[in-house]
């Protein structure tokens, strides 16, 4: 069974660091494209980044180009997210995924595996 689990969120303030770690079970994080989407209250699912199959590139929204990090761990089957310098815009929660279908930057939680979350807020 494929199961993600999201960890790491908090409160911080404007300008602060977070890194968010999703686990994986049930199959291997490097033969899968991994994402992170983010949901901010009353909006949309969001993509924010990817990280590819096998080579590991990865991609980003333009909103968090140069703020955020995706990275994997094939040792300990893991995602993460490294969350820098930090807007009060980024306030969501934030999911890790696989096989999931997104169109014109928005996703569909109809479709692939999802974990249940973890809330980042940026409040000073």
């Known amino acids: 069974e494929v199961q993600l689990m999201e960890s790491g969120g908090g409160l911080v303030q404007p300008g602060g660091s977070l890194r968010l770690s999703c686990a994986a079970s049930g199959f291997i994080v490097s033969d899968s494209t991994m994402h992170w989407v983010r949901q901010a209250p009353g909006k949309g699912l969001e993509w924010v980044s990817a990280?590819?199959?096998?080579?590991?590139?990865?991609y980003y929204r333009d909103s968090v180009m140069g703020r955020f990090t995706a990275s994997r761990s094939d040792a300990k089957n893991a995602l993460y997210l490294q969350l820098d310098n930090l807007e009060p815009e980024d306030t969501a929660m934030y999911y890790c995924a696989k096989d999931i279908s997104c169109s014109d930057g928005y996703c569909f939680k109809s479709t692939g595996n999802w974990g249940q979350g973890t809330q980042v807020t940026v409040s000073s």
């Open positions: 990280v590819n199959s096998g080579n590991g590139d990865t």
